[in-house]
């Protein structure tokens, strides 16, 4: 499943329409790849030799292509995550555009350390694109992945809500003194856009395999993986180390999530909930309970969400 070609002549050889549930891609960037360890003052001895930069004039037509093979493979309902810098982010964008794949999300990662910079604002922070292969309303996305419906931060706010806000700040990881590719996605970054956008047993790839970290997590998480490396160095290294990660070892690192106490959420309300739960509200609230405190007890009480107590409560709801 895992091919030294170049991907999108690989992906026509090798990958039938509609077979992938997960695609997750760090393109090249067109930005001199190739030669950007002087700009980032590290130690490149570690580095596996041969990465493969796309030209900044193929740009536009090099991501028509791989993103044309992407959206053909990618099954209906089908997820795929694109990881972009801004340099060369239009072309992708305007690729994304003339395909059938439709946007869910514009993500935002921040990451630590940008690349100093005294003239200009500090790039700290990538793109990830978002999108889904039609029909939308039937994608693989698990709300509850990371947290519960109920469970709150230590200000009070949702975990749930704030784990799935589209700004992500997750650091990048450093690996001094070990082997590795120029560039590569942390476990944690990865391991969020897979637990959200698949389940058990789908298939993962990625067309530009690189460190094969996408695979080494998807297969970590119970998944399968597929995909391309042009790099022969990388290639046959990362072969080797994908050897060594058994599926599903990286469930036992994740947190258990408890069961979720919402359990009425979005279900229509009737007139005779809508009289108990104002009922219950002016009785909490006589007793000197904070209206903040009263709409938590009646979210448990009642199985329902903060926001759709706090409307009934404020007179803003009708009964369907």
Same mark, same amino acid.
Request: some cysteine; charged content about 25%.
């Given at each position: 499943m895992f091919y030294n070609e170049d991907c999108i002549s690989g992906a026509k050889s090798y990958l039938t329409d509609n077979s992938i549930d997960l695609i997750i891609c760090d393109p090249p960037y067109g930005i001199e790849g190739d030669k950007l360890d002087k700009h980032y003052n590290r130690d490149a001895s570690n580095v596996i030799n041969g990465y493969v930069e796309v030209p900044e004039s193929k740009y536009s037509d090099f991501s028509k292509k791989w993103i044309n093979e992407a959206a053909r493979v990618l099954r209906p309902s089908g997820s795929f995550y694109i990881v972009s810098g801004y340099s060369n982010l239009r072309h992708i964008l305007n #690729?994304? #555009?003339e395909s059938d794949? &439709?946007?869910?999300?514009?993500? $935002?990662?921040?990451?630590?350390?940008?690349?100093? %910079?005294?003239?200009?604002? $500090?790039?700290s922070h990538y793109h990830i694109l978002y999108y889904v292969k039609p029909p939308c309303n039937q994608a693989t996305f698990n709300t509850n992945a990371f947290f519960a419906d109920s469970e709150k931060s230590e200000n009070g706010g949702s975990l749930n809500y704030l784990d799935r806000e589209d700004?992500?700040?997750?650091?990048?990881?450093?690996?001094?003194? &070990?082997?590795?590719?120029?560039?590569?996605?942390?476990?944690? @970054?990865? %391991?969020?856009? $897979? @637990?959200?956008?698949s389940n058990p047993n789908d298939l993962v790839c990625d067309f530009f395999l690189g460190g094969?970290? %996408? #695979?080494?997590?998807?297969v970590g998480l119970g998944r399968q993986a597929c995909g391309f490396e042009i790099n022969k160095n990388a290639f046959d290294y990362q072969i080797s180390e994908m050897e *060594?990660?058994? %599926?599903?070892?990286?469930?036992?690192? @994740?947190?258990?999530?408890?069961?979720n106490k919402l359990i009425n959420k979005g279900k229509p309300l009737l007139n005779s909930e809508i009289s108990q739960i104002k009922g219950d509200f002016i009785l909490l609230t006589k007793k000197g309970v904070t209206k903040k405190s009263a709409l938590d007890?009646?979210?448990? *009480?009642? +199985?329902? +969400?903060?926001?759709?107590? @706090?409307?009934?409560?404020?007179?803003n709801v009708i009964a369907k």
């Amino acid at each position: 499943m895992f091919y030294n070609e170049d991907c999108i002549s690989g992906a026509k050889s090798y990958l039938t329409d509609n077979s992938i549930d997960l695609i997750i891609c760090d393109p090249p960037y067109g930005i001199e790849g190739d030669k950007l360890d002087k700009h980032y003052n590290r130690d490149a001895s570690n580095v596996i030799n041969g990465y493969v930069e796309v030209p900044e004039s193929k740009y536009s037509d090099f991501s028509k292509k791989w993103i044309n093979e992407a959206a053909r493979v990618l099954r209906p309902s089908g997820s795929f995550y694109i990881v972009s810098g801004y340099s060369n982010l239009r072309h992708i964008l305007n #690729a994304l #555009a003339e395909s059938d794949l &439709q946007e869910k999300n514009h993500i $935002i990662w921040k990451y630590n350390f940008g690349v100093y %910079t005294s003239k200009k604002y $500090i790039s700290s922070h990538y793109h990830i694109l978002y999108y889904v292969k039609p029909p939308c309303n039937q994608a693989t996305f698990n709300t509850n992945a990371f947290f519960a419906d109920s469970e709150k931060s230590e200000n009070g706010g949702s975990l749930n809500y704030l784990d799935r806000e589209d700004v992500w700040i997750i650091n990048r990881e450093y690996k001094p003194g &070990q082997v590795k590719n120029k560039n590569e996605l942390p476990k944690s @970054l990865l %391991t969020k856009m $897979i @637990l959200y956008s698949s389940n058990p047993n789908d298939l993962v790839c990625d067309f530009f395999l690189g460190g094969f970290s %996408t #695979a080494k997590v998807a297969v970590g998480l119970g998944r399968q993986a597929c995909g391309f490396e042009i790099n022969k160095n990388a290639f046959d290294y990362q072969i080797s180390e994908m050897e *060594k990660i058994k %599926t599903g070892e990286y469930m036992a690192d @994740l947190r258990e999530v408890p069961v979720n106490k919402l359990i009425n959420k979005g279900k229509p309300l009737l007139n005779s909930e809508i009289s108990q739960i104002k009922g219950d509200f002016i009785l909490l609230t006589k007793k000197g309970v904070t209206k903040k405190s009263a709409l938590d007890r009646l979210s448990s *009480k009642y +199985g329902r +969400g903060y926001w759709s107590l @706090l409307k009934i409560v404020d007179n803003n709801v009708i009964a369907k």
